[in-house]
């Protein structure tokens, strides 16, 4: 965690706060995490893009762009010295008091070009936050290869309104953060298509590959359903629970109990087959059915027999009586002792109105919604911890959070199928806490950025100010960034021993060097 | 020598009690300890682990912190039940061999790098079974006992006795001394380096001109 880190800092300062705040060493210690792994490139993580491209935000004008936490795309172009902004070309023209000439149309975000005609806009995707560096591009697992965009313009007169397969990718014109490709794409190729996003994360999934998956428990369906507030508290255990009003020994008993809810604390067996074979037995411990003779517990009647040391037949104390979830498929009219509707009309109608409002098919069990019933619901409960496919892989990708990193749930689904896939460096840009565990490196490395928060500590001017331990903790800083890149890299090199050469090297003899004024011989 | 004889000494070094230091708390030796010994393992490369994890089905990727929390670099995949050794690639080279080469299942013949906690294989395997087994340099475990052998050799301990005084010097603010201890220190790592049998240079061997050897490029 930061915080121990920042103690082990502080302990070598040999201070607690009073020349270095506790902030300004974390603040050290986050930008020491970037810059490791901005310096070294060692953390590489896919990222999958929906084509046509989509941006947080679309800007009219560049200081918007300032603004905002997300991506953003400015799809008006700067007039008159950037004093105005235009959307389509002939804006332009009109502004200076031209004619203006047909121009193509115009969008917000490059997503729109499913709706719309040519556009002469780029073609353009935006790259998350954390980007850092582009490794590979690849279209349908295809890797597209990198150009230049005067390649491109020398190529073909308007490249980026061309349609085709991509098969190349390009800086392009744009923001940083922002990759363009040639040729587009603009009909609407979505991976997953993220169903009631605002309610959560994917639970479901439907689609036509080949996938296993495994959920956590319960599972997201109902196990059973009720109608009213007094189902759900009797079937939910205490302090709703079916407390017995009477208990009796043998069924024919239950004519004669009292209340409502009399309890049966005996064993039933159809046939006793020691004592009287041809008829019924009731045995008030389990162990005498079809086997008397060894002693068990005692067995009480009522719950509250627990207390005494009785095990009774049913009852578990705080065990509810159904087991999963449960749903109410009714609606409770305004007046409880109105009771309840099963349909929208019949509730209004409990509640005095005068129009009614169509109903939908009901159902009464998730799994119904298959055939028609619209008022089923999926619980917020359960999700998907994995998912196979003999054809691919579902990869779960981390980029930054904390130690639980894989624990958690998807947030979101993404394909490279038909998508742009792309392989970047990353380095997180939020700023890290004290009780955070930056994830996307090793611990091991952490003492690396101890080291470069001494460096900055004692490179500050002030009190505690030491350049030669500033330069020397620098100095190791440095290793580690070498070090991490090394980890990255050397990964794909196998290590072969060959015997050293011996006798390849000749060695000649230097060239006689002449006076320039040696005399000419002359034969 | 265990954990308590490395730290005594570097406590007799610093002129302190090893019995009840007064300067230093026998966990923040400790600490030095395990952070001289991640140098050197970092640097010798001398700590080596295996570990199995098995294949599944479509699965191309696997994250290295997944098969072991003390991976530090992978170096040899090899299937068991295949008995074969795997090649590696880049991920470039495979690109050239297939141009949708993440599409191709099969019996894995190569591996390749992604990140440093990333690595692939190829073809991947259209259905679960067979373990891959992954052999890995690793950072050494912190020793959990005082009485806990360290996994270097005796120079190397003489060298971390060297490092643990390199820090106390440096929490006395001796800079001077400190430095000249920590030179010192790094005079035993091409020695362990030798004796970690990654630069076989008294055998006469050198490694081809095609290959790098393993070394973190770290001169500290």
């Known amino acids: 965690m930061v915080s121990d880190e920042l103690t082990k800092i502080q302990k070598k300062l040999h201070d607690n706060a009073a020349i270095w705040s506790r902030v300004e060493l974390l603040r050290w210690w986050g930008d020491g995490y970037r810059q490791l792994l901005a310096l070294s490139k060692a953390v590489v993580r896919f990222w999958n893009l929906d084509v046509p491209g989509g941006f947080t935000f679309a800007d009219t004008h560049q200081w918007e762009a300032n603004y905002g936490s997300g991506t953003h795309n400015r799809f008006s172009l700067a007039i008159q010295s950037g004093n105005l902004s235009g959307t389509y070309l002939w804006e332009t023209e009109f502004i200076e008091g031209i004619i203006p000439t047909n121009s193509n149309d115009a969008v917000t975000q490059p997503w729109e070009r499913v709706h719309s005609g040519e556009w002469d806009g780029q073609f353009r995707f935006a790259l998350p936050r954390d980007h850092e560096q582009l490794r590979r591009v690849a279209w349908d697992e295809r890797r597209l290869h990198p150009v230049t965009v005067k390649e491109l313009d020398s190529l073909e007169p308007g490249w980026n309104r061309r349609k085709g397969e991509p098969v190349v990718f390009t800086a392009g014109l744009g923001r940083i953060d922002s990759f363009e490709i040639f040729t587009i794409r603009t009909d609407h190729i979505q991976g997953y298509e993220l169903d009631e996003a605002e309610k959560g994360i994917p639970r479901r999934f439907t689609g036509d590959r080949t996938y296993g998956q495994s959920l956590a428990q319960p599972p997201p369906e109902n196990a059973y359903a009720y109608t009213s507030t007094g189902d759900a508290e009797a079937i939910t255990g205490p302090p709703y629970d079916f407390a017995p009003t009477d208990a009796y020994s043998n069924p024919q008993d239950v004519l004669h109990a009292a209340g409502a809810t009399p309890w049966q604390f005996t064993w039933d067996d159809a046939t006793d087959t020691q004592d009287a074979p041809d008829q019924g037995f009731t045995a008030t411990h389990p162990w005498m059915i079809n086997n008397r003779g060894a002693s068990e517990d005692m067995y009480g009647t009522h719950p509250f027999e627990h207390e005494y040391g009785a095990a009774t037949k049913v009852y578990a104390d705080g065990k509810p009586v159904l087991d999963g979830i449960g749903w109410r498929f009714t609606k409770a009219a305004a007046v409880l002792d109105d009771g309840f509707a099963t349909h929208i009309w019949e509730k209004e109608m409990q509640d005095g109105a005068t129009a009614f409002t169509d109903s939908v098919d009901i159902g009464t069990y998730s799994w119904e919604a298959e055939f028609g019933a619209a008022n089923v619901v999926n619980f917020p409960v359960g999700v998907v911890r994995g998912a196979s496919s003999p054809d691919r892989q579902y990869m779960p990708i981390y980029l930054g959070a904390t130690k639980e990193r894989l624990l958690g749930a998807p947030r979101d689904w993404r394909s490279s199928k038909q998508n742009i896939s792309i392989l970047q460096t990353i380095v997180p840009d939020n700023d890290l806490t004290e009780s955070e565990t930056p994830d996307l490196i090793p611990t091991q490395m952490f003492k690396y950025l101890r080291y470069y928060t001494w460096s900055r500590a004692f490179g500050r001017q002030g009190e505690g100010h030491n350049l030669i331990l500033a330069a020397h903790y620098e100095r190791r800083f440095k290793q580690g960034v070498m070090l991490f890149n090394k980890l990255s890299a050397l990964t794909h090199r196998d290590v072969v021993y060959a015997r050293e050469s011996v006798g390849i090297t000749s060695r000649r003899p230097p060239r006689p060097k002449l006076p320039a004024a040696f005399p000419r011989v002359d034969i | ?220």
């Open chain 2, 1 to 220: 020598m265990t954990k308590s004889e490395v730290r005594t000494r570097i406590l007799e070094s610093l002129n302190d009690s090893a019995s009840s230091p007064v300067f230093w708390s026998t966990s923040e030796i400790d600490d030095v300890i395990q952070e001289g010994q991640e140098l050197l393992a970092e640097e010798l490369a001398i700590i080596k682990r295996s570990a199995l994890v098995p294949l599944r089905e479509g699965a191309t990727y696997y994250y290295t912190q997944g098969i072991a929390s003390d991976i530090m670099v992978p170096y040899r995949l090899f299937l068991t039940d295949l008995d074969r050794r795997l090649d590696v690639l880049t991920m470039r080279q495979l690109d050239e061999r297939h141009e949708t080469w993440i599409t191709i299942s099969g019996d894995p013949w190569h591996w390749f790098p992604v990140s440093w906690d990333i690595f692939g294989i190829f073809p991947h395997p259209a259905a679960a079974g067979g373990v891959l087994r992954v052999d890995y340099i690793a950072w050494p475990p912190a020793p959990q006992d005082d009485g806990e052998e360290l996994e270097f050799s005796e120079p190397e301990q003489d060298a971390l006795v060297l490092y643990g005084v390199y820090d106390g010097l440096l929490k006395q603010w001796d800079i001077e001394r400190a430095l000249k201890t920590f030179a010192l220190f790094l005079e035993r790592v091409p020695l362990g380096r030798a004796r970690a049998n990654v630069e076989l240079q008294a055998a006469k061997l050198e490694r081809s001109s095609h290959h790098q050897p393993f070394r973190t490029g770290v001169n500290i």
